[in-house]
């Protein structure tokens, strides 16, 4: 019985690894669907390839039954790739957003009601996900250089399926320098790498929850 168990229990964590693992994408009702994303549109007959291979526009999806559909962003909820593929086909897990490029000394979108409407969608790569913001990035390309964006969604404050986009940590600074946790914002430091949006936004989800205790 024991080693029956056993042997069940290693089953059931080699079956959540696998399905872990295992392309989807997420419909706007959330269904899970599996499929395969693959990560070559040459090899899979789509000229010119480069037109296919920014997984921040559109996906290639193919599906149990060998059908075969390019989804655009915003037509899905989001996707999670395993592997990465070629040039910008990252792996990840991506979710479709509309990009507000307005005034980031600005500290609210939610006025702006209607301001979202006719936005460009685009699958952006979760990095950090926090209960009071949430960070992404998204890659572009020249041609020859490759070049990173990041972005934030506040939650309940941004407008839904909306996010914010940095350049440099000094504005993202200043945009979460909110009233409660001003001062130690201002404070932080963090790291002149790439990195340090990331640390910005799990030091400000750690302060508004802290924050958020204290009332």
């Given amino acids: 019985m ?6 069940l229990a290693i089953a059931t964590v080699v079956l959540a690894n696998h399905s872990k693992a295992q392309d989807y994408i997420i419909t706007w009702k959330n269904d899970t669907i599996a499929c395969e994303l693959p990560g070559d549109a040459k090899k899979m007959g ?34 999670s790739r395993k592997e990465h593929g070629k040039w910008l086909l ?3 897990f991506f979710e479709a957003k509309q990009i507000i490029n307005t005034a980031q ?8 009601k209607g301001s979202d409407k006719n936005l ?7 990095i950090v996900e926090g209960k009071y913001a949430t960070l992404y990035i998204r890659y572009d390309s020249d ?43 201002k404070a932080f430091k963090y790291k002149k790498s ?9 030091e400000y989800n750690r ?4 924050a958020a205790k204290k009332m």
């Avoid at 390839?49 to 989001?78: L, P």
């Avoid at 000394?105 to 702006?112: A, D, P």
């Avoid at 460009?120 to 979760?126: A, G, I, S, T, V």
């Fill in 207 to 210: 302060l508004k929850e802290a």
């Fill in 2 to 7: 024991k080693k029956y168990m056993l042997f």
């Fill in 46 to 79: 789509f000229k010119p390839a480069w037109k296919y291979e920014d997984g921040h526009e559109k996906i290639i999806t193919v599906f149990k039954n060998d059908s075969i559909r390019i989804v655009n962003a915003g037509e899905i909820k989001g996707y």
């Fill in 143 to 185: 041609g020859q250089c490759i070049f990173a964006a990041y972005y934030i969604k506040r939650h309940g404050t941004e407008a839904e399926n909306t996010v914010i986009p940095f350049f440099n940590k000094k504005k993202m600074i200043e945009l979460l320098s909110e009233s409660d946790i001003a001062s130690e914002m």
């Fill in 194 to 202: 790439s990195k340090g949006f990331a640390e910005i936004v799990n």
């Fill in 90 to 92: 990252c792996d990840g």
């Fill in 105 to 112: 000394s600005k500290r609210t979108l939610v006025e702006e």
């Fill in 120 to 126: 460009q969608w685009h699958f952006l790569n979760r």
